[in-house]
């Protein structure tokens, strides 16, 4: 028995051995290939194809190698051999016809190229290689007429994938995406395949091309076979162009069907949300809220049409929140209603005070340290509005202690940072910023950088005054709705010949920020034209400035919604779209110059 067992040891071993000596040759030959060294690489691939004549790969590498070095009788004759030998082969007539194709023996070549497909008749499943051989010789109409012949044959393969990638490298997107959505027609678990390979030719753009076949190859097959997954996509599409309204058609088509779940309808309401589409986001929730079975998923909803009507200016809000409490109570599942209801009392109606009740309150209710680290996390900002800085950091620095490595202790460093700046502590607000440079969430590092960029560009140098203070003062006051002592500092800022010799004028670092700050005081006071003419100054004194698309967008928001100028407004949303293309504002400011346009969208 013992005997055995060694014998069986060494034969492993030797198997091993051999396979590792293999792949190492291998690896080798790889290398001169990819190196342009032919010979060598010759050299290795006939002892490896000599030693396993069934692998492809060797087959088709030497082949090459051959090709390269222009032996193409050597490569001939081997592949000859080789049909003789496999009669029923046939992806090497493939191989064989390329190798025709390299000497310019077109005719020869589709000889056997046309042997190649025909084979398929017969012997389908060669279906994959013969496809795959073609494609990798960049002869894609042979590629797709390969997998179609081997589909045809065989009802069970799908080469679809493969066609429909053949299909974008051609440029045909209309073919392209039909072949995408016959493989999930096929086979409903290729949802997340299709779309993520879709989504590499979809744009935000609902006009873009590509969005429009797409759109146009899903709707007709909606129409000829319902299915989920064609409103699930078209659901993204159009989530994706931020046209939430079409999404939620989609969205509420998909319930009905299947009388599922809400969760896909209440996120779809929390995009719209983010992107300020309150409309499109109201219809999302109160949908959640009306056909919801669990009280939470309704609270849920509820947090967020508040939300909504705080945005809106719903003059009926604070009868809402009243009503909300009355119905779901002051307890632990409302605490986001509790804090949503501070912030609107904070920021909204200028009552700091009520709103530390609230959240004072809602600390009692609090149940896990995430909770309460949301509560004090608001707790913080009431506090930043009193202008209670110290307890403000106190309250920030506990939760950053407490949620180490959390989004919500992120979210307390900025905070910290921030209250720095308005204190005026400008180098610890950025050693906190430059942690935040390279936070996980986007959102806070793009804040993060915003803010960091505005102190090191602007601090000031050698302990000669530079105006930050005032700007960090004046941002304060924004922060506080103080909006006429904001727009007060920022004249001071102007004028004062403590810090310049002519007071602030253009050229200096601080004058964009603060000409921009003032702009947005401005709009908030409703002085619509003074916002146009700081934000024109700015244009004047340096049209290719960082700030210049943000000032575009605010100058088309304003004449478009506020001084009901169109032409203007298009005319700046145009500026974006011609000179800023890759702005954040492209798809929102093509989006509005359309509708100003008359377009039907």
Not at 170 to 182: A, D, L, P, R, T
Not at 381 to 400: E, H, M
Not at 474 to 484: D, H
Not at 485 to 513: C, H, M, P, Q, T
Request: hydrophobic letters at 40%; charged letters at 25%.
């Amino acid at each position: 028995m013992k005997q055995f067992f060694f014998a069986f040891f060494l034969l492993i071993s030797c198997l091993s051995f051999a396979q590792n000596e293999s792949q190492n040759s291998f690896y080798l030959a790889e290398t001169y290939y990819r190196k342009g060294e032919y010979e060598k690489a010759t050299q290795i691939f006939e002892k490896l194809y000599q030693k396993s004549s069934f692998n492809t790969t060797y087959l088709t590498r030497l082949i090459s190698c051959y090709q390269e070095t222009d032996k193409f009788s050597i490569a001939e004759d081997l592949l000859q051999n080789r049909i003789k030998k496999n009669t029923t082969h046939n992806y090497l007539y493939v191989l064989l016809g390329y190798n025709y194709q390299r000497q310019q023996l077109k005719e020869l070549a589709q000889v056997n190229y046309d042997k190649a497909i025909n084979s398929l008749e017969e012997f389908a499943n060669y279906g994959g290689i013969i496809g795959r051989l073609f494609k990798d010789y960049n002869l894609l109409d042979n590629a797709i007429l390969a997998y179609e012949k081997a589909m045809q044959k065989n009802p069970n393969g799908n080469y679809n994938f493969q066609i429909a990638q053949i299909y974008g490298e051609k440029g045909q997107y209309e073919k392209m995406f039909e072949s995408y959505i016959n493989l999930l027609d096929k086979n409903d678990s290729y949802l997340d395949l299709v779309q993520r390979y879709t989504s590499r030719y979809i744009t935000d753009d609902a006009e873009n091309e590509t969005n429009i076949v797409f759109r146009k190859t899903l709707l007709r097959k909606a129409t000829s076979n319902p299915k989920n997954e064609w409103n699930i996509l078209l659901s993204w599409l159009f989530a994706k162009q931020k046209d939430y309204n079409k999404a939620f058609i989609q969205e509420k088509a998909l319930y009905q069907r299947n009388n599922g779940g809400l969760a896909e309808i209440f996120n779809l309401g929390k995009i719209a949300f983010d992107n300020a589409d309150y409309e499109a986001a109201n219809k999302c929730f109160q949908f959640v809220n009306e056909n919801a079975f669990l009280v939470e998923e309704r609270i849920d909803a509820n947090v967020y049409l508040a939300k909504i009507a705080v945005a809106n200016k719903n003059l009926e809000t604070e009868k809402l929140f009243q009503q909300l409490f009355t119905e779901f109570g002051k307890n632990q599942r409302t605490i986001d209603l509790q804090v949503t209801y501070a912030n609107y009392l904070t920021f909204s109606k200028n009552e700091p005070l009520q709103a530390t009740k609230v959240l004072e309150e809602a600390l009692t209710c609090a149940s896990s340290k995430f909770e309460r680290g949301n509560i004090k996390l608001k707790l913080g900002d009431v506090l930043v509005f009193r202008g209670k800085f110290n307890k403000a950091l106190i309250y920030f620095s506990q939760i950053q202690t407490q949620l180490k490595g959390s989004e919500l202790a992120q979210e307390a460093r900025f905070k910290i940072a921030q209250t720095s700046y308005f204190k005026g502590d400008f180098s610890w607000a950025k050693a906190q910023l430059k942690v935040l440079k390279s936070a996980t969430t986007q959102l806070i590092a793009n804040d993060a950088v915003d803010l960091f960029l505005r102190i090191t560009d602007n601090e000031p140098v050698d302990s000669i005054p530079s105006g930050l203070k005032q700007l960090a003062q004046a941002e304060l006051l924004s922060y506080q709705n103080k909006n006429k002592e904001g727009l007060e500092v920022i004249k001071n800022l102007f004028a004062s010949k403590d810090l310049f010799v002519n007071g602030l004028v253009a050229g200096e670092v601080i004058y964009d920020d603060a000409l921009f700050l003032q702009a947005k005081l401005q709009i908030k006071e409703s002085q619509y034209l003074e916002a146009i003419l700081s934000l024109e100054k700015i244009i004047a004194a340096d049209n290719q400035g960082f700030l210049v698309d943000d000032i575009y967008f605010l100058m088309a928001e304003t004449y478009n919604y506020q001084l009901n100028d169109k032409e203007k407004a298009k005319e700046f949303y145009q500026k974006i779209i011609f000179e800023h293309p890759s702005s954040v504002y492209l798809v929102d400011a093509r989006k509005k110059f359309r509708k100003l346009r008359g377009d039907n969208l």
